[in-house]
């Protein structure tokens, strides 16, 4: 548990989910005793990936936030970028080194102060950061943010294009306050909660496009993750639509071509099970798919990963397969 200027952040006990039954599953925060070597020793996660057939897992911050929100929200600087930096620190000198080219962690910047995001995210690409985890809704989570689609950070952006850094978005509450869902009284309402987090990941990529971010930074590459696949056919052709009826209107320019043309140049989504989604690859785009294990959250397929892929891709080629389990991904994060 962190206690930082009376903000605390409790390890939330779905993050440390793998290897106990449904039933077992609960929000309440655990001891290291009560979860997997494998969710905080990096040389017994890759033990669980030996298990599970796994070759290479890209990995999301727990505690620090998904993206990184919890660091950014400190209000002393001084802290907040000591913080930062040595989170990604521990990143390349500690959890990529005990396994490299097996683990890859993304990287968290200062995103309200772009300039250091700047020269953080140089410093940390040249120790071996191959991506970076941004918060989907950082106005609702860092005071004195600005959404992502704000001009300040362009600069961000730009640098992540030089470097061929790719940004990932992990779907998550809209605000601070959201959350406690999960945990309410009512019977139901945290099922509902989490049915509907997916479409979060639709409304951000709208964001994206709409207000022009892809078209500014054309090599900037926006991945979705744990949003699944099988909205996208839909989210693409409505947006489409709304392209040719209205953003003439709207948008003020800001596109210069359809939304489902920025799509497969520069989006990316991910899913654990989306026996719909795959379906629908030839609508989607194959090489914009990318599977994940999600482990150790509490919707991880480990340690039967290869189970669910094969149920999954039920009746995709070999070709489509690799791209969707591995090529693309190793393109992404620039895999040997």
């Not at 309402?189 to 496009?209: D, K, R, S």
């Not at 140049?265 to 785009?285: E, K």
Request: net charge neutral; hydrophobic share 40%; glycine share 8%.
């Amino acid at each position: 548990m962190w206690d930082v200027e009376g903000l605390v952040a409790p390890n939330v006990g779905f993050s440390t989910m793998a290897g106990k039954d449904f039933d077992q599953h609960t929000s309440k925060a655990n001891n290291f005793k009560d979860m997997r070597p494998g969710c905080y020793d990096p040389k017994a996660r890759v033990k669980d990936m030996d298990l599970d057939g796994v070759k290479t897992s890209v990995c999301f911050p727990g505690i620090p936030g998904l993206g990184g929100e919890r660091l950014m929200s400190i209000k002393d600087v001084e802290l907040r970028d000591w913080a930062i930096s040595a989170y990604n620190d521990y990143l390349t000198d500690e959890f990529q080194a005990a396994s490299p080219d097996r683990l890859i962690g993304l990287g968290v910047l200062p995103l309200t102060e772009p300039e250091k995001a700047v020269a953080e995210l140089k410093r940390i690409a040249r120790k071996g950061i191959r991506g970076l985890t941004v918060p989907f809704w950082i106005d609702g989570h860092v005071p004195g943010a600005k959404p992502l689609f704000d001009s300040m950070y362009g600069i961000v952006w730009s640098a992540c294009e030089a470097s061929a850094i790719p940004i990932n978005l992990h779907f998550s509450a809209k605000s601070r306050g959201a959350t406690p869902v999960l945990t309410a009284t009512t019977p139901g309402l945290a099922e509902a909660y989490v049915t509907g987090l997916p479409l979060i990941n639709f409304e951000i990529l709208a964001q994206l496009i709409w207000t022009g971010v892809l078209e500014r930074h054309p090599k900037l590459k926006v991945i979705s993750s744990e949003g699944g696949i099988g909205w996208v056919p839909y989210f693409l052709e409505r947006a489409d639509y709304t392209y040719n009826r209205h953003h003439r209107t709207w948008s003020k320019g800001q596109v210069k071509t359809k939304p489902s043309d920025y799509f497969p140049r520069q989006c990316y989504v991910c899913f654990i099970t989306d026996r719909a989604g795959v379906l629908l690859r030839d609508l989607i785009g194959v090489d914009s798919m990318m599977w994940e294990a999600d482990y150790p959250h509490a919707d991880t397929s480990w340690p039967f990963s290869h189970d669910r892929v094969d149920e999954s891709l039920a009746g995709v080629s070999a070709k489509d397969r690799k791209k969707i389990v591995y090529d693309t991904a190793a393109g992404l994060y620039h895999l040997n």
